[in-house]
């Protein structure tokens, strides 16, 4: 597709259960990154994959969460044993290789609902 | 912890006013993105200010860049109702190095 591309958009689980959430970054894209974004509140950065390097994690809140990048293009996000604090918004952006300018291209996100 | 930090949270005038937003960062940068959001929606990157660069033009948005105070400012000039959305600062410590972004302003635009 033409743009980021994230799933699902909307997702409600028990507290306990573990959650995937995946992101497909446009294509070319080297970097990509996860971030959460918690009701009205800014960005919190989350982990970072720049090409076949190791990715910057230092933003995971805890070992319950993880994100795997397959092939260098889709990544999934893993949340073991959700806690209500989960519940945010998670956005995944992708950005070209370092000749470009930076910017980042966001999706819509993914709204999980931790009951 | 978030290097940015927005000023004012929220702002609200009304359409044709121009609408100025603030931000502070803490550590050397590379450069400064700033970024908007609709309601419900992903972020939309409007412009990007190197650390070299003082001053920055896109249509009706202007960025300043002050790097001796940390500081950014974005203006939007002749605001519209369709400018409603959060605005973001995100910085870059180093070309390619994560983005992080700072609480956001909220610009209200009234009709």
């Known amino acids: 597709g033409a743009g980021v591309s994230q799933s699902p958009s909307n997702k409600v689980t028990e507290k306990g259960k573990d959650v995937e959430l995946r992101c497909d970054p446009i294509?070319?894209?080297?970097?990509l990154y996860w971030y959460r974004q918690s009701l009205g509140q800014g960005l919190e950065f989350l982990i970072y994959?720049?090409?076949?390097?190791?990715?910057?994690k230092s933003g995971l809140p805890s070992d319950r969460f993880s994100a795997e990048r397959t092939g260098g293009s889709v990544s999934t996000l893993t949340i073991q044993r959700t806690q209500q604090e989960d519940s945010a918004v998670y956005l995944c952006?992708?950005?070209?290789?370092?000749?470009?300018?930076?910017?980042?291209?966001f999706g819509e996100g993914s709204r999980l609902t931790v009951l | 912890s978030q290097q940015g930090e927005e000023d004012p949270q929220a702002l609200s005038i009304q359409e044709g006013e121009n609408a100025t937003m603030n931000c502070s960062y803490k550590?050397?940068?590379?450069?400064l993105q700033w970024y908007r959001q609709n309601s419900g929606r992903g972020l939309v990157h409007l412009i990007l200010?190197?650390?070299?660069?003082r001053e920055k033009h896109s249509g009706r948005l202007r960025v300043t860049l002050d790097t001796s105070k940390k500081s950014s400012s974005l203006l939007i000039t002749a605001s519209r109702a369709a400018d409603t959305a959060s605005y973001f600062c995100?910085?870059?410590?180093?070309?390619?190095?994560?983005?992080?972004f700072g609480a956001g302003t909220i610009l209200r635009v009234k009709s």
């Open positions: 294509s070319g894209h080297t970097a």
């Open positions: 995100a910085t870059a410590m180093e070309y390619g190095n994560k983005l992080v």
């Open positions: 994959f720049q090409g076949n390097s190791a990715p910057d």
């Open positions: 550590t050397s940068i590379n450069n």
């Open positions: 952006a992708s950005s070209p290789p370092y000749k470009n300018t930076g910017e980042l291209f």
């Open positions: 200010i190197r650390s070299n660069e």
